[in-house]
């Protein structure tokens, strides 16, 4: 799990595509919902990163899970410079420092 702050208005709409490049895998294998949202997820998504509004700063909050079949699990540093590289008016800060994505 991975667990990633960001600023920029539009990020939950970059996502997809992002997440789908950092991961390798395809577009159809990702999901991102807010994490209120349960009806119309991709429940057969491999990665999938639930987003919830924040106040400050800060604008999103992010949660990114990989499930165990993804073979291409980027560690958090890598992960920390590869999204804002993709939509570089984002600012990142990741959480849970020392860990890895281990898709649980």
Not at 57 to 70: F, I, K, Q, R
Request: glycine share 6%; charged share 25%; hydrophobic share 40%.
């Amino acid at each position: 799990m991975y667990h990633l702050m960001v600023r920029g208005s539009d990020a939950p709409a970059h996502l997809p595509v992002i997440l789908a490049k950092v991961f390798r895998i395809t577009l159809e294998q990702a999901d991102v919902s807010a994490d209120s949202e349960w009806e119309d997820r991709n429940w057969d998504a491999v990665v999938t990163c639930e987003y919830e509004r924040l106040r400050g700063d800060l604008n999103w909050s992010l949660t990114v899970y990989a499930a165990n079949e993804v073979e291409y699990r980027p560690s958090e540093k890598e992960l920390a410079s590869l999204v804002p590289s993709a939509s570089p008016r984002w600012f990142l800060l990741l959480g849970m420092p020392g860990s890895r994505g281990s898709g649980e």
